[in-house]
């Protein structure tokens, strides 16, 4: 049982000798939080509580209280996951000037997290502005809260893009693996 544990053992110690595959490994581990941080909050995060009506109702959670939150979470994802998308596609950038023969995988992995990036700004951000406005306005002291279905039509929206863009992520993250087992 000694002989395979440490023939994996020399396997893993010489593939990581090599820059290049700490480089790949680097920009996985990157893609991996920027992934499994949004599948965790979208999934068990604050996000089920407040962007699916049928959660707010059971949870008697305002429309109001469900903005607050999300504008909450909001400050806190913006600060993450836009640099570690950037990290993610600039190290899969160098990993492929590395590489030459992961090049193709690579690339297409750092096309994608970089992609994030202008996908948000394009498609998501006018969105967060008009759910940013929608709490804002909700939160003054005359305010009576948002109208009927707007938060959910809102909601729905940010849900259905914010999907396209964690698969986004989720190609880039698959292609970079799919490197580092091949390198």
């Known amino acids: ?9 020399q396997q893993l110690i010489h593939r990581m000798s090599d820059p290049s595959s700490l480089v790949i490994l680097t920009a ?18 604050i996000l089920p509580a407040t962007v699916t009506k049928s959660e707010r109702v059971k949870k008697g959670i305002s429309d109001a209280s469900a903005l607050k939150l999300w504008v909450w979470m909001f400050h806190r994802a ?12 600039a190290s899969y950038l160098v990993a492929a000037t590395l590489r030459p023969d992961l090049r193709p995988i690579l690339y297409g992995a750092s096309i994608l997290s970089f992609a994030v990036v202008p996908y ?3 498609v998501l951000m006018p969105i967060n502005k008009d759910i940013l406005q929608t709490a804002s306005d909700a939160s003054k002291p005359d305010a009576k809260g948002p109208e009927e279905g707007v ?33």
Do not use: C, Q
């Not at 049982?1 to 053992?9: D, F, Q, R």
């Not at 999907?163 to 698959?174: K, L, T």
């Open 120 to 122: 948000t700004l394009a």
């Open 151 to 183: 938060v959910d039509k809102l909601f729905g929206e940010w849900r259905k893009y914010h999907a396209i863009r964690m698969s986004i992520g989720a190609v880039a993250w698959g292609l970079g693996t799919a490197a580092l087992l091949l390198a």
């Open 28 to 45: 996985v581990t990157s893609s991996s939080f920027w992934l499994f941080g949004n599948l965790g909050t979208e999934l068990d995060g």
């Open 78 to 89: 913006k600060k993450h996951f836009g640099l570690t998308a950037v990290f993610s596609g």
């Open 1 to 9: 049982m000694a002989g395979p544990v440490e023939s994996l053992t």
